[in-house]
């Protein structure tokens, strides 16, 4: 169903985002995964089992930070990358209509940034940590079901990578604050020069697979095969999850790693939205698998370990496909 509320402009169009129900039979939700990430490396997520308490829990304690004072949230930044930031994304100039927390995703790490986010750091780290259990557990279901779905012998395989002890997941929470709407936006709201504006610019997702909720404000659109961009309906029941680059590199291309991006918040309400991007240790090593290649078929990727492609991520602007970097040919 497409959104009835989206902003479609003449490059952007409505389009079915495939929808994985996760209480219908192994065999279907196998399938279908892998379809939609074939097809598009991007589907919906419904009944995902993430309890509603967890998720609130979480964006209420995120609410309480981003409500602070400016001094007070600059305590918990630079984002260096990790910490609060304002606009400025990564290390190399991208900026955003945004302000957010980048957090590593381990409990030790949690708790020594949640010193300089919350006044209750305890309850701060507890609420992250749950989360961040819940949707690791999520992400090494999905990994599995793709597993079945590829029909591989070991279907542990992705998921083994992002449940090892060492993976390098991290959390990150956006905030699109909302705007105050002048008489002018009454008339015209979606003619009017504030629409259109970029909040986190196009790209794909370093990682293997990114689970992102958001609460009910759009922006969020996705860049289909044809270079069109399509908005994403939010819905704060559902959780959407992006292919990344590494699972592109590991299904020797076969998996879109979808480029992405969130547009200006233009709703009075602000947006937020929590994305947990799953990735393997810093020393595991990211190839195409040989089950993925056809006999013959050519290897499109150097192997290269996580820490290789982070380097590379981080050296590179937000839009810049990192990807190519380790073509064969
Ligand atoms: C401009 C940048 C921000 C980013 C690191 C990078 O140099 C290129 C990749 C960016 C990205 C996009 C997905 C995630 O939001 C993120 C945390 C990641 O792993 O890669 C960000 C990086 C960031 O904001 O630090
Ligand atoms: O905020 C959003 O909805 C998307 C943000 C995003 O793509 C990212 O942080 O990598
Ligand atoms: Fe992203």
Redesign the pocket.
């Known amino acids: 169903m497409p959104c009835p509320t989206a902003m479609r402009t003449k490059k952007t169009k409505a389009v079915g985002i495939p929808t994985i129900d996760l209480s219908q039979s192994r065999a279907t939700t196998s399938k279908s995964i892998v379809e939609a990430c074939q097809d598009f490396g991007f589907f919906k997520l419904i009944n995902h089992g993430v309890s509603d308490d967890a998720i609130a829990r979480l964006e209420t304690q995120a609410f309480d930070f981003f409500q602070k004072t400016t001094p007070e949230k600059h305590r918990a930044g630079p984002a260096n990358p990790f910490g609060y930031g304002c606009k400025s994304i990564g290390p190399n100039g991208d900026l955003g209509d945004?302000e957010y927390l980048l957090l590593r995703s381990d409990p030790t790490s949690i708790f020594e940034s949640s010193a300089s986010i919350s006044n209750d750091s305890f309850t701060f780290s507890y609420v992250v940590n749950e989360y961040v259990k819940s949707v690791r557990k999520l992400g090494c279901e999905i990994l599995d079901l793709v597993g079945e779905g590829l029909w591989l012998p070991n279907k542990y395989v992705f998921s083994n990578l992002i449940r090892d002890v060492h993976n390098d997941s991290v959390l990150?929470i956006?905030y699109?604050p909302g705007v105050k709407h002048t008489e002018n936006w009454e008339f015209s709201p979606k003619s009017h020069p504030s629409n259109n504006r970029i909040?986190?610019g196009e790209?794909s997702?370093p990682q293997i697979l990114?689970i992102?909720r958001?609460n009910d404000v759009d922006?969020?659109q996705i860049s289909l095969q044809d270079g069109i961009w399509a908005p994403v309906c939010p819905d704060p029941f559902a959780f959407y999850v992006l292919i990344g680059d590494a699972f592109k590199a590991m299904t020797n291309g076969r998996f879109v790693s979808v480029r992405?991006?969130?547009m200006a918040n233009n709703s009075k309400n602000p947006r937020m939205?929590i994305?947990y991007f799953g990735a393997p240790p810093l020393n595991a090593w990211i190839a195409p698998l040989s089950e993925m290649m056809l006999p013959n078929e050519q290897s499109l990727y150097k192997p290269f370990t996580w820490a290789q492609y982070k380097k590379a991520a981080y050296s590179l602007r937000l839009a810049d496909s990192r990807l190519d970097l380790f073509k064969t040919s």
Do not use: E
């Open positions: 945004l990150r956006n699109y909040g986190f790209h997702d990114t992102l958001s922006g969020l992405h991006r969130a939205s994305m």
